[in-house]
């Protein structure tokens, strides 16, 4: 610690945001070492209930702070994440670092390399904290994580412990991926802000492949802030993802940090295909609505986009069955009941069905955006309520597959309660490609119905 400087509680560093945090360490007000104390302080206070990590060693932890003290008192150039620990689902691949997928089958499995991903993290500045539990083969077979908010209730799935890391203060940013709805639902059940980027930002290489039309990184974190912060950090282009392609790099963090140029409009839409919502969530939309006032309208989907849904469906069990069939083959009798059947509902999908699905998505997409053309973000739920009672599911996707199969950015905020008192998420989409304005409009609602007391201009 410099000479004069007073080091602050573990809990009060853990309330920070990731900026500050980020801030405060490069001008030397706190340090990377100090910060992972704090970090593995909680960690031992609430992991035992809470679950969310699938390998954690604190020996390496503290190295890693270390090494970046260091390099900060070096003098040397810092990264835009330096010293900040950072959860990583656990499909994922982590050099010399055990990557396991979720099942009995890939147990002891050791990477020697990093995911591409992994390797941004790292060019930041940041440092693997831990590997974050996740569920089977990142489908719907639960892990062992719970709700940081009620044990008996489910964090999600299948990015359950990175937004329960987050949301449990063992960490201020972690990333997931989302096939379906895999970072925006426990985000929303584990009250935190998730974010899944347009399709094709951050790429995958080395990530475990579900759907490979589908599956998207995306980050957690305390605030909006924080989640533009680490998704731009990790967006860019990898000429072994198809889905990525050459780009400028995104300015997430200082579009999202900037208030809006006029006030934003946003388009409210109360269902979406097959999402049954709970009685406090339809009665907290209808809240949000009166609040926004002239700044919000409603609309309802037109009858195609209830195709969305099934088409999603389609796509991402047909490519399961040919992505998850190495280990169906190698140990099809561990694989749990639910992701059997799902992989045989896979190879039953006619190759017509399939290619048909596919269609769907730009017919959807152009429909989308003659709605864009009215709003500057979409609101809807993002989920049907609260997080279910019980660890046996992970709650339904309903709310999330029409804008995964559409590859639209999209953002939880964790701004409505229940009744019972447990986070509700508010989803705001915005069109493909517009990631840095819809966080900006992320933001402004942030305030606007987080009563900070913000600027609302």
């Known amino acids: 610690m410099a000479p004069g400087r007073t080091a602050a509680a573990p809990e009060a560093l853990l309330g920070l945001s990731a900026a500050d945090l980020r801030d405060r360490i490069a001008r030397g007000a706190l340090s990377a070492t100090e910060l992972a104390r704090a970090c593995l302080e909680r960690v031992r206070a609430v992991e035992a209930q809470v679950r969310a990590w699938a390998w954690l060693d604190e020996g390496h932890i ?45 147990a002891g499995r050791v990477p020697q390399d990093d995911a591409a991903v992994v390797r941004r993290l790292l060019a930041a500045g940041a440092y693997v904290f831990g590997k974050t539990a996740t569920t089977e083969l990142a489908f719907l077979h639960p892990g062992p994580t719970t709700n940081p908010h009620d044990p008996a209730r489910t964090p999600g799935g299948s990015s359950q412990g990175s937004a329960a890391a987050v949301a449990a203060g063992m960490v201020p940013l972690a990333v997931g991926t989302q096939t379906a709805g895999s970072v925006i639902r426990p985000a929303a059940f584990c009250g935190v802000v998730g974010f899944k980027p347009t399709f094709g930002s951050i790429a995958r290489t080395g990530v475990l492949a579900q759907a490979p039309s589908l599956d998207t990184i995306g980050v957690f974190a305390r605030d909006v802030a924080g989640a533009a912060l680490l998704a731009e950090a990790l967006a860019g282009d990898d000429p072994a993802d198809p889905a990525t392609a050459p780009a400028p790099p995104p300015r997430l ?44 309208f409603t609309f309802d989907l037109p009858p195609p986009f209830a195709e969305g849904a099934h088409a ?107 009744g019972e008192g447990l986070p509700m998420g508010l989803q705001v989409v915005g069109r493909r490609w ?19 007391g913000e600027d609302e201009s």
């Open 434 to 452: 517009d990631d840095g304005r819809l966080l900006r409009t992320a933001r402004w609602l942030e305030t606007r119905l987080g009563g900070r």
């Open 62 to 106: 503290l190295a890693e702070a270390e090494r970046l003290d260091a390099l900060r008192r070096s003098g040397r150039p810092l990264g835009p994440l330096h010293g900040l620990p950072v959860g990583i689902k656990d499909v994922i691949d982590t050099r010399r670092i055990p990557t396991q997928n979720g099942t009995p089958l890939d």
């Open 312 to 418: 999603q469906e389609t796509v991402q069990l047909a490519e399961m069955a040919k992505t998850l069939h190495p280990w169906e083959r190698r140990g099809g009798d561990i694989l749990s009941r639910g992701l059997r059947e799902a992989l045989a509902r896979g190879r039953a999908v006619p190759a017509r069905d399939y290619l048909a699905a596919l269609d769907w998505r730009g017919v959807l997409v152009a429909m989308l955006d003659e709605v864009f053309d009215r709003c500057d973000a979409i609101l809807s739920p993002a989920a049907p309520g609260p997080a279910p009672v019980g660890l046996e599911a992970t709650g339904s996707p309903a709310c999330n597959r029409l804008w995964t199969f559409c590859g639209l950015p999209v953002a939880t905020l964790p701004l409505l309660w229940s």
């Open 253 to 296: 963090h200082a579009i999202a940090s900037e208030g809006p140029p006029v006030r934003p409009t946003l388009a409210v839409l109360r269902n979406l295909p097959g999402a049954e919502l709970h009685p406090d969530m339809a009665g907290a939309m209808d809240e949000v609505v009166d609040t926004l006032g002239e700044d919000a």
